[in-house]
């Protein structure tokens, strides 16, 4: 991985974090040891349990720590696209999203940057593929992200089976192409936001296998909301879509 790695450029990790003090450490720790070389950007909202706190003292003992200290709650969507700024800023070659709460193993994160070095403008960690899969999650929420996939792959007629993964890894030059200054979108719909953009501007999009597995500690930050803002931005790009595709016929008609 180490050849790889080199021809990739530099690495940045981005783990947006909110009241994620007792999984924070952990998870930059065993980050450290799947890719030494790689660096971390934890974007705290402002965390009342002290999140960011741990982060800076993280930051201040190890040169590869990185620490954005947010104002406030401003949800997932929000998060990452600051820490997509502040990456292509300071010149990394490739950018990940990274979960603080476990659910994203980071011994799985060479898988990414493998798919990166073989072509990929764009990796996503699939728990819907061959070899992907959920560990310790009730029916209910496979239901709901196995319908999520469905639904916005009969809308938007894409081929991804894990849309709303958020385990996902870009080439800078893929982040920059996508017009990520129009993106308004949070939770479930900004992971379903990041693959159309990069699908309808002609990235090459790969999905690896992951092993997806729920937090242990702290509370899951999705909702009903999250959910319905998905199915609805997701049914209005789709409609969207098709009336695109029914005029360009026109227009060849």
């Given at each position: 991985m180490a050849a790889d790695l080199a021809a990739l450029g530099s690495v940045l990790v981005i783990i947006p974090t909110y009241n994620e003090s007792q999984n924070i450490e952990s998870i930059t720790n065993r980050l450290r040891?799947?890719?030494?070389?790689?660096?971390?950007?934890?974007?705290?909202?402002?965390?009342?349990?002290?999140?960011g706190k741990i982060a800076a003292r993280l930051a201040e003992s190890d040169e590869n720590i990185h620490v954005m200290h947010r104002r406030g709650k401003q949800g997932l969507g929000a998060a990452y696209l600051a820490g997509f700024e502040w990456g292509l800023d300071n010149g990394y070659d490739v950018l990940v999203q990274h979960d603080a709460d476990g659910s994203h193993q980071p011994e799985q994160l060479p898988r990414h940057l493998?798919?990166?070095?073989?072509?990929?403008?764009?990796?996503?960690?699939?728990?819907?593929?061959?070899?992907?899969?959920?560990?310790?999650?009730?029916?209910?929420?496979?239901?709901?992200?196995?319908?999520?996939?469905?639904?916005?792959?009969?809308?938007?007629?894409?081929?991804?089976?894990?849309?709303?993964?958020?385990?996902?890894?870009?080439?800078?030059?893929?982040?920059?192409?996508?017009?990520l200054d129009e993106v308004a979108s949070a939770g479930y719909c900004f992971q379903i936001d990041l693959v159309w953009r990069a699908i309808k501007h002609g990235f090459k999009v790969v999905e690896v296998p992951i092993e997806f597995v729920e937090r242990e500690f702290g509370d899951s930050k999705m909702n009903?909301?999250?959910?319905?803002?998905?199915?609805?931005?997701?049914?209005?790009?789709?409609?969207q879509h098709r009336f695109s595709q029914l005029a360009g016929l026109f227009k060849r008609g």
């Open positions: 040891k799947a890719v030494p070389e790689a660096h971390i950007l934890v974007a705290d909202d402002n965390s009342p349990d002290g999140t493998q798919a990166l070095a073989d072509g990929a403008d764009m990796v996503k960690g699939s728990r819907w593929v061959a070899g992907g899969s959920v560990v310790n999650w009730p029916k209910s929420r496979v239901l709901i992200s196995r319908g999520g996939s469905l639904w916005t792959r009969a809308w938007l007629g894409i081929k991804v089976k894990d849309a709303t993964g958020g385990f996902n890894a870009f080439k800078a030059d893929t982040l920059r192409g996508m017009d009903r909301n999250i959910v319905v803002e998905a199915l609805i931005r997701t049914t209005l790009w789709g409609v």
